[in-house]
């Protein structure tokens, strides 16, 4: 039985809700409960999750004068490769929480319903979402209740920081990239081969969070100018997501244990060992994100290697940063070029989409049947 009237949703209102909601969040674990899970903690401001967007929301729902229930948006304009426009306005769903007691109330698609009704007010096509494949509570209320499709699905790929460097190959040119070179290089080759990929990613790149973006090539020829670029290439950006909130991992398989202490012991003993340990990830932690992976060229999966490692040996000199995390299309080769971590790595998260105009229901279609190879999605930083 739901809670009828007595559910009240309404804006989140930082001083009467920061604290209950913080705490809904640690008693909220995303995902199954065999395999590792990380827990956010948002620092005492529980929607930085958002704030870069350039607009966005929180609600929360009030039974009882008690927080049972927490969701988050965000809407940007991005690539949405649909004929005849390619632009569309999206608004992403994230966040969804609702308390242990209180589910299979009819909560969260009271959440998600008033969510859609914002979105739907501010002239949104497309609501979208992206689930781990198992959270079997969320696909069914998304896709069995609320009419998402399945659109794509994806990887997220960990990979713990060493305390030791890693050698980056010296036939390589790795070099760092100004804003503006950057977001040209973007607009140019990833415009047109991804979907969801952000209009405003001038603000991305300008934001104070993003570290920069890097470019690799072979050592010897030029660095990409105009329309000329080296034979193989990479680049990507670098998203300081440990600044706005922290992981911290709150269950793990045995294997995960015994390899934390294994692998300290071993450091210790033997230190010219290879075999470095993976650090402590019972205390929150920070992380790098690295978005706008892009690469072409033979040699091109050797070149995002090397930008891996370099990033790598940058995130091991800030305080704290301790995993690198990206998400990439689960049929996208490029994961197999990405160094991570299996036992902390999601195999597949489904990103589900709707219409909510009704001209873009026929287009979705349309769009829903195009290969997943044919186009990577744009996972945006802002939205992790
Ligand atoms: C996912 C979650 C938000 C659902 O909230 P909820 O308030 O319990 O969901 P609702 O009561 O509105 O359920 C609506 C429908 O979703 C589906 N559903 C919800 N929970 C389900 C579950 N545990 N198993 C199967 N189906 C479920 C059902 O179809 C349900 O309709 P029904 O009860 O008439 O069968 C809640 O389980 C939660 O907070 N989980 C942890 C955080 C999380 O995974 N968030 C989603 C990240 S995208």
Redesign the pocket.
């Given at each position: 039985m739901g809670y009828g009237n007595e559910l009240v949703i309404r804006n989140y209102n930082v001083q009467k809700d920061r604290a209950r909601v913080e705490d809904l969040e640690r008693r909220?674990?995303?995902g199954p409960t065999e395999r590792v899970v990380l827990f956010t903690d948002t620092l005492g401001d529980p929607i930085c999750r958002i704030r870069n967007s350039p607009m966005y929301k929180m609600l929360v729902a009030m039974f009882r004068n008690e927080l049972v229930?927490v969701i988050q948006g965000s809407i940007k304009l991005a690539t949405v490769h649909k004929p005849p426009k390619d632009l569309a306005k999206v608004g992403y769903v994230l966040g969804?929480?609702?308390a242990p007691s209180?589910?299979?109330?009819?909560?969260?698609?009271?959440l998600v319903r008033r969510l859609e009704e914002w979105f739907i007010a501010n002239d949104v096509d497309y609501a979208y979402?992206a689930?781990e494949k198992d959270?079997?509570?969320?696909v069914?209320?998304f896709v069995?209740?609320l009419s998402y499709v399945k659109f794509r699905t994806s990887a997220i790929l960990v990979n713990p920081v060493n305390r030791r460097a890693l050698r980056v190959s010296s036939d390589i040119e790795v070099a760092k990239m100004r804003i503006e070179e950057a977001e040209f290089l973007y607009h140019k080759f990833m415009d047109s081969s991804t979907e969801f990929f952000p209009h405003d990613i001038g603000n991305i790149l300008r934001n104070k969070l993003s570290l920069g973006t890097w470019v690799a090539y072979p050592r010897g020829e030029s660095l990409i100018s105009g329309v000329k670029v080296p034979s193989s290439w990479a680049m990507l950006s670098v998203w300081n997501s440990g600044e706005l909130f922290k992981l911290r991992l709150g269950k793990a398989p045995l294997s995960c244990l015994t390899y934390t202490k294994c692998s300290r012991l071993i450091d210790k003993i033997f230190p010219c060992f290879k075999l470095s340990a993976i650090p402590d990830f019972f205390n929150p932690f920070g992380f790098y994100f690295m978005y706008g992976v892009y690469r072409e060229g033979p040699l091109s999966g050797k070149m995002v290697r090397t930008l891996c490692q370099y990033v790598h040996n940058v995130a091991r000199k800030t305080n704290d940063c301790k995993v690198i995390v990206t998400e990439v299309g689960c049929q996208d080769s490029l994961r197999f070029q990405i160094p991570h971590r299996k036992s902390l790595s999601c195999p597949e998260d489904f990103w589900c989409i709707k219409a909510l105009k009704i001209e873009e229901k026929k287009g979705l279609y349309e769009l829903t049947r195009t290969s997943p190879t044919a186009r990577a999605i744009f996972v945006d930083p802002r939205e992790v």
């Open positions: 909220c674990e995303v229930g969804l929480r609702v209180h589910r299979r109330k009819g909560i969260g698609l009271r979402v689930t959270n079997e509570a969320s069914k209320l069995g209740k």
